[in-house]
């Protein structure tokens, strides 16, 4: 069993930047794949990002590569989302997620945070 639970949403101009945290609770995260999503109103959860178990290989959407980067810190059992250069399509509640394996599907996920809500202004 994994808790997650997700914070540093907030308010923030475009381009901005936010970092997000997730801090797992238990003792496997090191044994999980990591992956972050997001949902804007009326629409569906999408994938954002993803970090293997071990840190070393790393996914990210087409939408935000080059502006956003997940890593994760196995000693302190947490994944952060760093998200620069923010526009308002980024606007939406975000959500760390914990999977066997490193996916793209928000299927593939066992565990879910509660989410936080990011919003940029234009």
């Known amino acids: 069993q994994v808790q997650l639970v997700e914070s540093g949403g907030g308010l923030v101009q475009a381009g901005g930047s936010l970092r997000l945290s997730c801090a797992a609770s238990g003792r496997t995260f090191s044994s999980y794949a990591m992956g972050w999503f997001r949902q804007a109103p009326g629409k569906e959860r999408e994938f954002v990002a993803g970090?293997?178990?071990?840190?070393?290989?790393?996914i990210r959407s087409d939408s935000v590569k080059g502006r956003f980067t997940i890593s994760r810190d196995n000693a302190k059992n947490t994944v952060y989302l760093q998200m620069n250069s923010l526009k308002p399509e980024d606007t939406a509640v975000y959500y760390c997620a914990a999977a066997g394996a490193l996916s793209l599907v928000p299927r593939s996920y066992d565990y879910w945070g509660q989410g936080t809500q990011v919003t940029v202004s234009s």
């Open positions: 970090v293997s178990w071990s840190g070393a290989r790393t």
